[in-house]
Each structure stands twice: as C-alpha cells, then as structure tokens.
C-alpha cells in the first residue's frame, strides 16, 4: 500500500515504518493523514501471520516526531470533538501496544507530545546519544495534556514521580537521561545507530538496577497513604509556581490520581475526556495563540545576502558587557571583550563565568566545555583582533557624546561588512548612526537584563540601515534561541516605552497613599511576574528614574515622572544592585521586606483599598500606549508587541499578549475606564490614544 506521510518497507517480514514522506516542515509532526495511514498498516500488520516485528524510525535527521501538528489542536472547536479525537489516537496507539509481534521506537531526534506517546506505546525504546535526541510531553505547555495515552503509560514506564515531573513542566530529557531513568532502553552512538536495529528489535531487556532513591520512590508510589503524600507535594509545587492560573497542571494531577484503577480502556476515557475540557479553555487557546506567534517570529528573508556571525566582539565589560560575552560564548562564538581597565574586564569575565558555573554545579556542563568556553572570551584593552570580528555590540555608559565618539572610532577599527550595533536601551540609534560613515551596516540590538534568563531582543532601525543587515541580525538572534522583534527608533523604543507607563504610574499610585504590598500584589494576582515597586528594585531606581526622564524629553506630557524615584535615590536606595530600594535584599539578592526608610518619602495615610481600581491604573495605560506606538510605527504589527510584552516583562502568557488580553476586556470598557482615570487623576496621563479609540468607536479590535 502506498501511504501519503508514512513510507514502508518490509525486511526478512520485519516492518519498518519510517515517519517524515512528504513532509515539507523541518519538523516532522503527526498530521490526521498519517493517524489514518497508522491505523491501516496497523490492521494490516495484525492479519498477517508473517510478521515478525515492527521498527519504527523517522526519514529524517534530528527528528522522530515532535508531536501532533498543532493547527489541529488549534481547530478543535468543542470538548466533543477534541475527546473524540483523542480516543481515536489512543485506539490507534493501543493498536501499537497490542501487537503480538515486538515492536521498537528509533529515536533520534527530537520525539515529543504525540511522538512519545507513540514509542511508548512500543515494547521497547532506543535513543541515539545524539545532542539533537530529546524526549519530552510538553502538552502542558498548550495549555492541555497527553491526550494519545501518554499519562497513563508514562508512569507505569519510568514511575509516578519521574511521570509527574515531566508531565508538568513538560521538560525535554537528554538521551543519557531518559535511558538513566528508565524511559529509553538502550541508547547507541548515532555514527552506529541503525545498524542495529533487527538485533535490538529481538533483544532482551536487562532489568535496570535502582538505586536507593528509586526504590524508596516505588515503595511510597505502592502504598495508598504515601501516594497521597507525592500528589498533595505536587499541587502544592504546582500552586507555587503557577498560582493557579494555569487549569492544565492541576487537571492532570487529578487525572494520574485515578491512575491506580489500572484499567487502560477507562482510563484512557478520563484522559481524552479531560483533554477536551482543557483544549476549550482560553488559557489553552492563549498559550496555543502564543505558540504560533513565537514560531513565525523564526522566520527571516532568506532571499538576502545574510551575513553570518562566526566572530564577535562586544564593547564594555559591566554586567550587561559580561552577560552579552556569555550570550556570544554559549552559543558557540569566540568574542573579544574590550574595556578601558583590567578591573573591569575582570567584572565582565566573572558575570560570564558565574552563569557557565551555575550550568557546571547543575552537572550540565562539564568541566571541559566550561573552560572552552570561558577561553572563547578574550579580554582585551585594546582593538587589536578586531578586523576580524563579524559583529560588535556596544554595551558601554548610556551616554550619546561618549556613544557616538566610541562608534567613530569603532568603525576604523573594524573590516568593511562587519556589522556594528548598539545595546543602548533608550538612546536614538538614529543619531548614533549619524557619526558613522556607512550608517546601512549600524542597528540597536537591544538585549534585557539578565541576558542568560530574558529571551527578548529588540532590533532597531533607523532610516539608513540596509535591509541585509537587519536581516542578519534577525537571523542570529533566531539562532542562538533568543527571540527578535523589529522595531524602529523612538524614545525608549518599545518594551521600555510600554513599561514606563506602567512603573510610572505605580510611582503616583504610591504618593496618593497606595501601599508598596498592594500595588505588587495586584500585579502579582494579574499573573505578572513581579509587581512595579519590585521590579523597579531588580531594573536600578536609578536607571529607572534615568530611563523615565528621557521618556518625558522624547514623549511630553504623559510621561511626565513621578517625583518618588528621585526621591528615593536622594535616600541613596538603588534597588537590588545596593541590597536596598522599595525592598531589602539579602547578600544573595533574595528579596525580603519592605524597607523602612521608604516611608519617610511616602504619605503617612494609606488610601482606602480598591483592587479593581488599581490593576486598571497598572494595566490600562500600557495598552493605551501600545495602541501609540503602533500609530506612531514604533512596531508593524499585533503579533510583534504581544510577543515583546510577554519576553519583554513577561506579560501573563496565559492572557495571550498585551493586545490579546485588551481584545478580551473589552475596547469600549478600556476607553471608558481611562477617560474617568482623565477626569479624575490626570488629563495628561489618561489621555486616550487616538488608535485606540477609533477601533472602540468602530467596535473593532486589535486582533
């Protein structure tokens, strides 16, 4: 039979089933076509008594199956539909599991989601030791769960603890991992992978011995009361970290405490029927909507002539300096780091080394790269090397004159395509450019702090910049797994223009009598990750108050500052930086209470607490200035902002974006809501933008 995604070949009447024909994504993903083409081979394969076993593998390199292709999830459009879905996938891996002949899963490569479920389905698992070889389920992430069988034959593979963990962070596991616990078989080296495979199809499995921990792990998963023990110890992390926000994590939980009953056909019932619950809720549908705008921000023009990094070089050695030579050795790019004084390029090497030693004392790193990659970094007094470099990032002093004397000098200093850029967060590329005699190859390449946790880089254009180099930068971003947005120049450009709004107003909020604790906590409850008064703790009150300044020279008005920052630096608190701000910090910049000596610059009466209140003087002015900045193309598109929002300052996921979540609330109400805050707190601040009232009146929306 001749199958659309699936290719067959029959040896000594062995089958092997090879995933990827036809497919034209670098990943290969399981479509309904190829549940269909399963489902026939499988009948197929039953009937015929000739069958000695089954192999499969993928046609591809670096990927057996990573998942089910996610428009399909995406389309369901009841709890119906997407539980009958997923018990024909589960008929179809059953079918697998079955077999009276043995069957093997091939995985080198990438094998998630619906990938896994299906070699788990298989009597026996062989990994690759390749670096591209990880096993994940990774549902959790969209929102839902394993709907193929996965949270049922998972556990009864590697354990109900060892299930839980992976089911409910979704985390992808190493072959050397997944063979050490159980999950995996047998691994081999990838150089000799498939020529084993008849001989590992019939071999015997060697029982795994278990260590100490292992077998205190199965004694409490086999007994009733201390089973109780591990679920109640996995909500309580699940509340910790997710605040409740997320229905997936804990749909599971309840799901896999039924697990017990042990018969597969009810369970797998619960298991699709939870599926469908989980697939209609909007957290499920934001995180689904999230997932497509992340995987179109990796597509770049590759009709252009891109330049590729291989070398790099950044100028400055503070903590932003010694976080972006880490960004450059990490990803596998040998950079110079230049600075004025061997002091700090002593601080640049250890902000680098400290983050490659977390790796080393975690055991992800060996001895061996740690020190290949801390080698990779050079440091340097001078330019000397430099001609050679294919990118430089600028990470000095936020200071024009000083800015545009270094570039002056920068430019003679470096081979004609090199690519220049800046790591200014609120100074005008545009006039940085200006000194510069060929501007085309210049951009801002604007990384957050820290750089090894924040994921966001925002590319700024100005008018002369070349497409090819934009472009470039683009692509080197996409590859080194952080993720880029476009935006052109402007004060503060956009993540910080958007922000402001929101730290600024926590500054009013707290002259009129707010508390420090209520404004964080109704952020917090929003699902941001940190409230204003803390973050303005973690960012420096005094580039805060610095960056918010500058913000009010570019932008007038609206953006006029409260005078509680400077206020508070005049008491000499910078935030975490200084162990003091809004908060004290301990000598492991852990945050503790709030700092007493803030309330000699706060009223002595507290305001009378209204919750609603708060969270739309917080959360409404951001989207009023997003919709200005999309007027005024800071950023093209939607899609581009939400995603800045939420890799930016980590805007609630759940919430689908900035703009996603003002969609929701409603337009008109939002307009409503900040022409009362104009009336009754500032005209200026609440004005509304004119963006965003002409979609209101037109009943439009972002989306």
């Not at 192999?55 to 459009?77: E, R, T």
């Not at 697998?96 to 990938?115: H, N, R, S, W, Y």
């Not at 029982?207 to 201390?226: H, T």
Request: charged share 25%; proline share 3%.
């Amino acid at each position: 039979m001749d199958y659309r995604t699936i290719e067959v070949e029959v040896k000594n009447n062995i089958y092997f089933v090879g995933f990827g024909k036809n497919e034209e994504k670098s990943l290969t993903t399981i479509s309904e076509d190829t549940l269909q083409s399963l489902n026939e081979l499988l009948s197929k394969i039953a009937s015929d008594s000739s069958a000695r076993g089954v192999i499969f593998h993928s046609l591809k390199p670096g990927v057996f199956l990573a998942g089910m292709d996610i428009s399909v999830i995406q389309n369901l459009d009841s709890a119906a539909a997407a539980s009958e879905g997923c018990s024909k996938g589960q008929a179809i891996f059953s079918k697998i599991e079955d077999l009276k002949v043995p069957t093997l899963a091939m995985i080198d490569g990438f094998c998630l989601g619906g990938g896994l479920e299906l070699a788990l389905s298989c009597n026996k698992i062989l990994v690759s030791d390749s670096s591209h070889t990880k096993l994940g389920l990774p549902e959790v992430m969209l929102g839902v769960l394993p709907g193929f069988g996965g949270t049922y034959r998972l556990p009864n593979k590697v354990g109900m603890a060892n299930a839980l963990d992976m089911i409910l962070t979704g985390k992808q596991l190493r072959a050397k991992k997944a063979f050490k616990l159980g999950l995996a078989d047998y691994i081999l080296p990838v150089e000799r992978f498939f020529d084993f495979a008849e001989e590992y199809l019939f071999k015997k499995a060697t029982p795994k011995k278990k260590n100490m921990n292992e077998k205190i792990m199965g004694f409490m998963e086999g007994n009733f009361l201390l089973k109780k023990v591990i679920f109640s110890k996995a909500r309580e992390g699940v509340m910790k970290k997710t605040k409740g926000f997320y229905p997936a994590p804990l749909k599971i939980i309840e799901l896999l405490e039924s697990h017990s009953s042990r018969n597969r056909e009810r369970y797998l019932a619960k298991e699709a029927k939870a599926f469908g619950e989980l697939s209609q809720t909007k957290q499920s549908k934001n995180l689904i909507h999230l997932f497509f705008l992340h995987d179109n921000s990796k597509k770049y023009n590759k009709d252009l002539n891109l330049k590729n990094i291989k070398t790099g070089a950044v100028l400055g050695a503070g903590t932003m300096g010694g976080g972006i030579a880490w960004y450059f050795a990490s990803n596998n790019i040998p950079c110079f780091m230049k600075d004025l004084t061997k002091e700090a390029l002593n601080l640049g090497l250890k902000q680098a080394s400290s983050v490659f030693s977390k790796k080393l004392k975690r055991r992800r790193m060996s001895k061996d790269d740690f020190n290949k990659k801390m080698t990779s970094i050079s440091p340097t007094l001078t330019y000397d090397g430099f001609n050679g470099v294919d990118l430089v990032i600028e990470a000095i002093v936020e200071n024009m004159d000083v800015k545009k004397s270094v570039f002056k000098e920068l430019e003679t200093k470096v081979s004609e395509d090199a690519l220049l850029t800046s790591n200014t967060s609120s100074l005008s590329v545009e006039e940085m450019a200006s000194v510069l005699d060929k501007p085309e190859r210049f951009a801002g390449l604007h990384f957050f702090n820290p750089v090894n946790k924040m994921p966001l880089v925002e590319i700024i254009k100005h008018s002369k910049v070349s497409d090819e180099t934009i472009q470039s930068l683009y692509k080197f971003v996409v590859e080194s797994k952080k993720t880029p947005v476009v935006v052109n120049d402007g004060p503060g450009f956009l993540v910080n223009r958007i922000l402001a709004t929101y730290l600024n107003e926590a500054g009013y909020m707290l002259e009129e009598g707010y508390t420090i604790q209520e404004l964080d906590k109704v952020a917090t409850d929003f699902g941001l990750p940190m409230g204003p008064c803390h973050l303005m703790d973690e960012v420096g009150i005094d580039v805060s108050n610095k960056v918010g300044k500058i913000l009010f020279d570019g932008l007038g008005d609206r953006f006029r500052p409260s005078e509680l920052s400077s206020k508070v630096l005049e008491l000499g608190l910078l935030g975490k930086k200084g162990s003091k701000g809004f908060y004290l910090y301990d000598e492991k910049g852990k945050k503790g209470e709030v700092n007493s000596e803030i309330k000699s610059v706060l009223p002595s009466n507290t305001k009378t607490s209204n919750l609603e209140k708060i969270k739309e003087r917080l959360i409404f002015p951001m989207i009023n200035e997003a919709a200005n900045c999309l007027e005024d193309k800071i950023v093209e598109k939607v899609d581009d902002l939400d995603l800045a929002m939420i890799f930016g300052i980590g805007f609630p996921p759940f919430k689908g974006g900035l703009l996603k979540y003002a969609d929701s609330k409603g337009l008109s109400e939002i307009v409503k809501s900040l022409e009362g805050f104009s009336k009754e707190v500032s005209k200026d601040r609440f004005n509304v933008s004119p963006y965003l009232k002409k979609l209101a009146d037109a009943n439009q929306k972002f989306y």
